[in-house]
């Protein structure tokens, strides 16, 4: 019995809370994950260590150079250790100091991006979230929506004042119980930007009612809501309602409890057509390939986003604002040419007509970090997915570098400090938010130029989120040794277990402290200290939809982007792969030979369910080529680059990075080449004719890089049928 309680205290302490003063990721990382804790000066240590669950010492390095972080006021020391590569459970220790655990595993994010994405679901108005799926926090349906008023200010000759129409499901936007168009939009569009930029994160089921039906739940979630959307259109003249709502806040209650009638659609707006018609299109293009599921939503979907967009452009500059008897929330926005831009981009890339291109073109819309009430970067994003398939009529260079010159200013923010992207004026209502969008931005520049310093930026915002804050906690409810306990979320707070709904990013850090009058003191007025764990603290600890979003998007995007270690490369022998290359030559490479070499790979491909893309080239002439279906654009300029390596080195790509790795380097910073142009991943095998050496590149891209190699390698012996070694 005595053992048992020794070793209940010792799990306990294993998994328990260390020292805030250490601030890391207490979730944690994979593998390849860059990976840093930050360190107060006043520690007094110039050493780290990290250490085991054992307790055993397994990697210790220098701290760095003390940096001063502006929005905490602190003085601060970092400790790299992304050496760790080694999968188990972990705390960095300095002097005396222990830090929270956290974890190393290849499937380190899957638990967090599950309840990311599962949060949406716990809002969901008008169905009962029953204990299969919501477990502890199960709940009768709030909210039926099913007879809504048509408000005086959204009065139309087909609607008048008090007509009833149903509006039913749709998500609870944040801490209270009302519906906003525009929030709705930049959220379901960053789930279905996840969904459409990295299918393969999105391939297992969640725990919703949707579960095994054979669609993403990420689809399914979103659908809730775009089923919502499609009713806040007006059928007769394509204006968008800006949001259904009571006439005041309900109290904290739970949903079922709230008074549920009478519910009002409020006022037309520009940007609720505007973020309508950008979500829909999107929709649109991610659901087509669902249409034997769904016959004729996607094309209604487009059609509803080409009315909304008409409405826009007849009255573009309806700005939205609460009539007198409307006290919920406003979402008001007086800047309309990035809701212009928005929808313009997405109408441009589902319908490919060039007024939209010029409509885009014309907005000249800035590019920044992305919110509710600033979206022209969700259309420049849109943009770069499909840069390769765009028709002609807006700039593909152009759009790399405006996305690669706002990366490259968030990555210099992370330079010091905390070493996060974050900034004292970024630091307002909902910042977690803001750190996580400038991630998902970072992540865009990376997708295009394979930047390392992007990847690390963005980790380092998820990082942030997660316990590498000034406050320490992780900002995550359920996740970590110090989580956030007590959101301004109305079932969290209304429905008698302890825990709060599991999976909702608090709105973080806020030095407006706009409910200083309603809460106990601040403990800072710095910007990065204005946070408190309270549910009275709708300035710094609510939740919301649009916030979630980019969580989701951030946790799928490092699950995808980071490099995997598939294979120890420490254990790949170099010599073998010189053989690869002595085995597979040809006698003779002409069009003939490579169409068949590439029908070899799509026929191996197809076999594996490999989404992957495929190219066989001759000096710098693609003799064939092919994308898989589902497979990303991104694909393309994968295969440039390290096609680019093999024509450098004479050597497959994945030669190069073995070899790379195993003399110490980096490969993803070759010395003397730019890395945008260059790529040390494995996938592009050369062409070797005998007699004449390297002629050309068989190219796959797509999995990670081990896995890319040896498709090719596989496809070749099909192809060249190699005597045994
Ligand atoms: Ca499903
Ligand atoms: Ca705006």
């Keep these: 019995m005595k053992r048992t309680v020794l070793a209940t205290a010792l799990l306990t302490l294993a998994a328990g809370a260390g020292s805030a003063e250490i601030k890391v990721n207490a979730v944690g990382f994979l593998p390849q994950s860059h990976k840093l804790a930050v360190i107060p000066q006043t520690a007094g240590a110039n050493r780290f260590e990290v250490i085991d669950a054992d307790g055993k010492v397994v990697l210790d390095g220098a701290l760095g150079a003390p940096s001063r972080w502006a929005p905490s006021g602190e003085t601060v020391r970092v400790a790299d250790f992304s050496a760790l590569t080694q999968a188990g459970a972990y705390r960095v220790r300095v002097g005396g100091l222990l830090s929270d655990p956290f974890t190393v595993a290849q499937d380190g994010y899957r638990a967090l991006g599950d309840a990311a994405l599962k949060a949406f679901y716990f809002n969901r108005s008008a169905i009962d979230l029953t204990p299969q799926f919501a477990g502890a926090w199960a709940r009768p349906a709030g909210h039926p929506d ?59 089921d969640i725990g919703i009612p949707e579960s095994g039906n054979g669609v993403p739940d990420i689809l399914d979630e979103a659908l809730w809501n775009l089923d919502w959307l499609l009713t806040m259109q007006d059928p007769a003249d394509g204006g968008v309602y800006h949001k259904l709502t009571n006439l005041r806040f309900d109290g904290i209650v739970m949903p079922h409890a709230a008074s549920t009638t009478p519910r009002y659609v409020v006022a037309k707006s520009t940007a609720a057509a505007l973020d309508f018609a950008a979500t829909m299109a999107t929709a649109s293009r991610v659901l087509a390939p669902y249409d034997a599921k769904w016959p004729g939503l996607s094309q209604r979907m487009l059609a509803a986003a080409q009315a909304a967009w008409r409405w826009a452009e007849a009255h573009p500059n309806v700005v939205f604002k609460n009539p007198k008897d409307v006290v919920t929330g406003e979402y008001g926005d007086a800047q309309l040419a990035d809701e212009f831009a928005w929808a313009a981009a ?198 919301a939809i649009n916030w979630n979003a980019p969580l989701v998007y951030v946790t799928a995007a490092l699950s995808a982007l980071t490099p995997h270690a598939m294979t120890d490369t420490a254990t790949v022998s170099l010599a073998a792969l010189l053989r690869e290359e002595q085995q597979l030559q040809f006698d003779r490479f002409d069009d003939a030979t490579a169409r068949a070499v590439g029908a070899q790979l799509v026929a191996r491909a197809e076999r594996e369910h490999k989404t992957v893309t495929i ?36 050597h497959s790509s994945f030669y190069t990075h073995n070899e790379v790795r195993q003399g110490g380097g980096d490969h993803d910073a070759l010395p003397g080449l730019d890395m945008r142009d260059y790529a040390a991943h494995g996938g592009a095998f050369p062409v070797i004719v005998r007699g004449q050496g390297v002629v050309g590149t068989v190219t796959v891209s797509g999995l990670p890089g081990p896995d890319d190699h040896a498709l090719v390698v596989a496809a070749l012996k099909d192809y060249l049928k190699p005597a045994a070694p």
């Excluded at 119980?177 to 459409?196: F, M, P, Q």
């Excluded at 693609?622 to 295969?639: E, N, T």
Aim: charged residues 20%.
């Design 146 to 204: 099913d007879k809504v008023l048509v408000h005086a200010s959204a009065a139309s000759k087909a609607r008048p004042q008090g007509t009833v129409i149903a509006s039913p499901k749709g998500w609870y936007d944040a801490g209270d119980y009302n519906k906003y168009v525009v929030n709705s939009g930049i959220a379901t569009y960053t789930l279905l930007a996840a969904l459409e930029h990295f299918p393969d994160v999105f391939k297992r």
């Design 346 to 543: 997405e109408l441009f890339i589902a319908t490919g007509q060039d007024r939209y291109a010029q409509a885009f073109m014309r907005r000249d819309a800035a590019l920044s970090t992305p919110a509710w009430s600033d979206v022209a970067a969700l259309g420049w994003m849109s943009l770069a997915h499909h840069r390769d398939r765009l028709k002609p009529g807006i700039d593909r260079a152009l759009i790399e570098r405006r996305i690669d010159a706002l990366a490259s200013q968030l990555a210099k923010n992370a330079n010091g400090g905390y070493r996060v992207p974050l900034a004292s004026k970024d630091i307002f209502w909902g910042s977690n938010a803001v750190i996580l969008n400038q991630g998902m931005m970072l992540l865009q520049a990376y997708r295009i130029n394979g930047t390392p310093a992007y990847l690390q930026a963005a980790q380092s915002s998820l990082d942030y989120v997660l316990g590498r804050n000034a406050t320490g906690y992780t900002f995550v409810t359920g996740f970590g040794a110090r989580p956030v306990m007590h959101p301004h979320h109305r079932p969290s707070m209304a429905d008698g277990v302890a825990a709060p709904v599991p999976g909702w990013l608090a709105g973080g850090p806020n030095p407006g402290q706009q409910d200083a009058k309603d809460c106990p003191p601040y403990p800072s007025k710095l910007p990065a200290l204005s946070y408190l764990d309270h549910a009275c603290s709708y300035a710094a600890n609510e939740v």
């Design 615 to 650: 190219q066989v080239s001759r000096g710098d002439t693609v003799l064939f080529k092919q994308a898989m279906p589902g497979a990303s654009p991104d694909h393309a300029d994968w295969i440039r680059r390290k096609n680019n390596l093999v024509e450098r080195t004479g």
